[in-house]
């Protein structure tokens, strides 16, 4: 377990050491955990190019590999991801120690035992070479599951769940030059991604299998548990295409009447099938408002939106990133020929 190899490590790295008792594993001692000045994210401050590249897909778009990278180490189960910069990706991901065990029927409003592990937040460099590994969960704590990710330029936003449907999450945030997960509010269900509206200061976060959205003020007081946040609004997805996973923030375009958009990708499960999918998505609605069908497998048959994924522009073209397997993970990243 690479969490048996913290050690005094902490002490030689060039970015901020963390406090708050937070374990984690350091790697590459000499090398930052994120390039300063902090860069901003692609997916939006390319958005105005995303989103006119993005309305040109249809179920006919062929994609092109471009690039395809292999992650250093285990990854447990990647849930979001984050490139910042060309030479940093950050992934969440989910370590299970006990798994869930479905019950015969429904207990306490969910289906299935609590389970146990750890959320990580892992760093890794350009070519996938791992540079720091945190576990930003506590031990033996409920909310071990953390989803898709989405960064704002300053902050990583994240959520901490318990694994299984209608239980609870806490919506946290991060810098990623020290990995300690700050708590900004408690939800009274489970939480499976976070978005940052930059532009209004909202937060959207998804719950189990993304039916519903919640909408937070994002400089909500974080309320000491028991006590849970109210949302300011909650929207039911009319969309049964996919279950979002990890979705990023686009912002507020000509093109959609300046509404707040953001990229969400994922998949579903229908009649012994696994289909996977992109959308643009209305922020306050979550209705899609463009939406395409990704047929594209992984080496090792995984659906290519299965778990995180990213997107920014290079060299004037859309591109998307994606790290669809489990434990041994690999980068695909793909361009619409």
């Not at 994210?41 to 292999?70: C, M, N, Y």
């Amino acid at each position: 377990m690479l969490r048996a190899l913290t050690v005094l490590s902490l002490l030689f790295s060039k970015s901020p050491q963390p406090s708050g008792g937070l374990n984690i594993t350091i790697l590459q001692p000499d090398v930052p955990f994120v390039p300063h000045p902090h860069p901003l994210p692609g997916a939006a401050s390319d958005s105005k190019q995303i989103i006119r590249q993005f309305a040109e897909l249809d179920r006919s778009t062929k994609w092109k590999l471009v690039d395809k990278v292999q992650f250093e180490g285990d990854t447990y189960e990647p849930e979001g991801i984050v490139r910042i910069g060309n030479d940093r990706y950050f992934v969440s991901a989910g370590e299970y120690i006990v798994p869930t065990v479905k019950y015969n029927g429904t207990i306490n409003g969910t289906d299935r035992t609590a389970g146990e592990g750890f959320a990580h937040m892992i760093i890794f460099d350009g070519k996938g070479k791992r540079i720091a590994d945190a576990s930003i969960s506590q031990a033996k704590s409920l909310e071990y599951h953390n989803g898709g990710i989405d960064y704002d330029g300053t902050y990583i936003w994240a959520t901490l769940s318990q694994y299984r449907p209608n239980t609870t999450g806490t919506l946290v945030r991060m810098r990623p030059d020290t990995l300690v997960p700050e708590p900004i509010l408690s939800v009274a269900d489970h939480q499976g991604g976070a978005v940052h509206d930059t532009k209004s200061g909202a937060v959207v976060t998804l719950n189990w299998g993304s039916r519903k959205t919640s909408i937070w003020n994002g400089h909500d007081k974080h309320l000491a548990p028991p006590k849970f946040t109210q949302p300011r609004a909650v929207v039911r997805n009319p969309s049964s295409f996919i279950d979002y996973q990890d979705c990023k923030f686009l912002g507020r375009y000509e093109l959609y009447e300046t509404r707040p958009v953001m990229l969400c990708s994922g998949v579903a499960d229908l009649a012994n099938t696994r289909i996977g999918g992109i959308a643009i998505v209305d922020m306050e609605t979550m209705v899609p408002l463009h939406e395409v069908p990704v047929t594209l497998v992984s080496e090792h048959g995984a659906a290519m939106t299965k778990n995180p994924m990213d997107v920014a522009v290079v060299d004037g073209k859309m591109r998307l990133f994606f790290l669809p397997d489990e434990r041994n993970s690999t980068l695909y990243v793909y361009e619409a020929v």
